[in-house]
């Protein structure tokens, strides 16, 4: 439900542009927010209920090319909730406290799993570096 | 520029003009700068001397100004920050004094090509990123070379990365100032990382950082 706070042991996926992949290495600016952002938009997996996680990033590849144009080089990176919460509380200067927020969409693109990490600012290089540090997986955004 | 044209001219931006390819933010960007216009041109008169000639000249302007009744549109910008652009790349690799300027330039080329990719009506990169950024390889060019992406903003983030706990990152924003990340080893207690994070115009970056240690793990 809208505003559910997802549990720390599950998992999110970040959309990450060609543009924020050079060499196929996936860089903090793929999770800096853009000026008109409230929060960084991600996908939880656990809400897909699927049986694997290839089978989780197959359903995200389909909602994402329904959404937008998705590019050869961009990639998807997979976080724990708990791990990116806890990186930035203890290592961040302000000791920021993000929240990862169910936040489903229904309007042009069914995309139920939709959510977002908040408390994020515009200005917020640091963090995005800790973010990049907690990147567990990655995977092609599309096949 | 006519050389900068011509160097690009079969390699450079592999996509649809966006004056050929309509969007629905143009029409209201040439309104914002019609309203501009027109709304700058009676404080100008205002405040401009009276001499007969400057007269002459305002009257020229204010009298030819409506019958060009779409000076401006915002594929028109585009197309004119994408050959400011083209220029400061063709700049970056033919006259930075790096032995990695032709890598460089290909890089900028990259990723300018896949943010048109995704949105042919972006800018690319930010022109005024771009001037910073070549400004400040222009000035330090015993550096390594570095991963550069861009941010949501299309603006240039370039990093530097030794071993498994060496960071440095810097945001080139558009006016001149530049966003820094350094992430590095405590000296008294290695198993631990500082962190700091700040702002400085590019001109005095180098300065702004070198206490840290970080010119001697990224420069060469």
């Given amino acids: 439900m809208k505003g559910d706070k997802i549990p720390d042991q599950h998992h999110i996926a970040r959309f990450c542009r060609p543009m924020q992949v050079p060499d196929g290495q996936i860089q903090a600016t793929a999770f800096m927010l853009r000026k008109d952002e409230e929060c960084l938009s991600v996908n939880w997996l656990e809400f897909l209920n699927r049986s694997s996680r290839e089978s989780e990033i197959a359903e995200l590849r389909k909602i994402y090319s329904a959404k937008f144009n998705v590019g050869a080089r961009a990639k998807l990176a997979v976080l724990n909730v708990g791990e990116v919460r806890e990186k930035v509380l203890t290592e961040s200067p302000d000791r920021r406290n993000l929240e990862v927020l169910h936040d489903p969409q229904y309007k042009e693109v069914y ?23 907690t990147v567990r997986e990655t995977y092609p955004a599309r096949k | 520029m006519l050389e900068v044209s011509t160097a690009y001219s079969d390699k450079f931006i592999d996509y649809q003009s966006p004056r050929r390819q309509p969007h629905p933010g143009a029409s209201d960007l040439k309104n914002i700068i019609s309203q501009h216009f027109l709304l700058s041109v009676p404080m100008h008169i205002r405040s401009s001397p009276t001499s007969a000639v400057n007269q002459e000249d305002r009257d020229v302007f204010i009298s030819k100004w409506p019958e060009k009744k779409d000076p401006f549109t915002q ?12 220029g400061l790349i063709f700049r970056i690799r033919t006259s930075i004094s790096v032995p990695y300027r032709e890598s460089l330039a290909n890089k900028l080329v990259t990723l300018f090509n896949d943010a048109k990719e995704e949105d042919s009506a972006s800018l690319g990169i930010a022109v005024g990123t771009l001037r910073n950024f070549y400004n400040f390889f222009q000035f330090h060019t015993n550096l390594k070379c570095p991963t550069i992406s861009l941010t949501p903003e299309y603006n240039i983030y370039a990093s530097w990365r030794a071993g498994q706990n060496r960071v440095f990152s810097v945001h080139f924003l558009p006016n001149g100032d530049a966003r820094f990340v350094i992430f590095k ?36």
């Fill in chain 1, 111 to 133: 995309d139920p799993s939709h959510s977002g990490i908040y408390n994020l600012k515009q200005d917020d290089e640091l963090i995005a570096e800790l973010i990049l540090e």
């Fill in chain 2, 75 to 86: 594929a028109d910008l585009l197309d004119s920050e994408e050959d400011q652009v083209q």
């Fill in chain 2, 185 to 220: 080893p405590n000296d008294k207690h290695p198993e631990r990382q500082f962190r700091i994070a700040g702002t400085a115009t590019t001109d005095i970056l180098k300065e702004t950082v070198v206490p840290f240690g970080v010119w001697n793990w990224i420069s060469e």
